[in-house]
């Protein structure tokens, strides 16, 4: 009888669940797939600092939920840089529509670091700001421009646009990116490799395509992904990581800017000027986009 009481339970807890998934998705699906892409707004959000009055260098990673009817399973991210007294913010991203076009899917222009995708509000997943950020901004520019899958992109699992990020960020651990579980094709390790660290920096994962692996990280928790759904769960932010829903906990994945800790890193690649702030110190600027690399 207690055996039968048990998998009564655990039945009515599977199919609570399940529900809960669904209406999630409803939801998603109610938003989004409504709005027509060339009338959606595209404005700022309000989260990102003002370029024109905070001067020092600035690197943050966006999401936000994909448009139409992908947004009821995941989420589009981004990267947006600015460096030491620079005007406006750089963002790094990838567009799939470019390479079903043949084109590459990298784009890197000046835009709102914070800007809505198709009506969808970001949610901000990195804020690092002061001193140091300018080398991170140098490795995020040369890890983004050497993404060995510029030229592919898949929905499900992946190449796409969260294997883009991802990759940059295990390029650059001073990210320490945790993305979200709704953050699809982030499992998907480039050049078809199984073992990789964590994008955080701070643990290891094993994936097969992005459609079956396990993940620990200091700073993501512990995620199992099966086909290319994420359960996990991170006892540091007391979060539970669930696919379609995201991310569970009483607080934000950021809730205020960080420093750099351990100081900076050496540049790579880019352009070195001479430092309007301080003569005879250099900056580091990003270099000009290539031929196919523009919007």
């Known amino acids: 009888m207690k055996r039968g009481k048990v998998r009564l339970m655990a039945t009515i807890g599977t199919w609570i669940v ?13 938003r989004t797939v409504g709005a027509d892409w060339r009338t959606a707004n595209r404005e700022s959000a309000g989260i990102a600092p003002d370029p024109g009055i905070v001067r020092e260098a600035v690197a943050q990673v966006y999401a936000a939920r994909a448009y139409g009817w992908r947004g009821a399973f995941g989420v589009h991210t981004w990267i947006a840089v ?14 799939g529509w470019r390479v079903a076009r043949g084109g590459e899917g990298l ?4 835009r709102p670091a914070d800007q809505r995708w198709f009506g969808a509000t970001p949610e901000l997943l990195v804020d690092l700001r002061g001193p140091g ?5 140098a490795k995020i520019d040369t890890a983004a421009r050497g993404y060995p899958h510029n030229g592919d992109y898949g929905l499900w699992p992946g190449p796409n646009s969260n294997t883009f990020v991802a990759h940059v960020a295990r390029e650059v651990p001073e990210l320490r990116l945790d993305l979200p579980p709704t953050a699809i094709g982030k499992d998907y390790l480039p050049n078809g490799g199984v073992l990789a660290s964590a994008p955080s920096g701070t643990g290891m994962q094993v994936s097969l395509f992005g459609l079956l692996g396990v993940l620990a990280g200091v700073e993501e928790g512990v995620e199992v992904n099966i086909l290319g759904l994420v359960f996990g769960i991170d006892p540091l932010d007391f979060a539970l990581k669930l696919p379609i829903v995201g991310r569970l906990a009483p607080s ?20 070195n000027t ?9 900056d580091w600027r990003p270099a000009p986009p290539r031929a196919g690399e523009g919007s």
């Open 18 to 30: 399940a529900v809960g998934l669904i209406a999630v998705a409803v939801v998603a699906v109610s």
């Open 107 to 110: 784009v890197i222009d000046k």
């Open 133 to 137: 950020v300018d080398a991170v901004i």
């Open 252 to 271: 934000p994945p950021v809730d205020r800017p960080r420093g750099l800790v351990g100081g900076a890193v050496p540049p790579l690649g880019g352009q």
């Open 274 to 282: 001479e430092s309007p702030a301080a003569p005879g110190l250099s």
């Open 82 to 95: 600015k460096p030491t007294d620079a005007d406006s913010f750089t963002v790094y991203q990838l567009i």
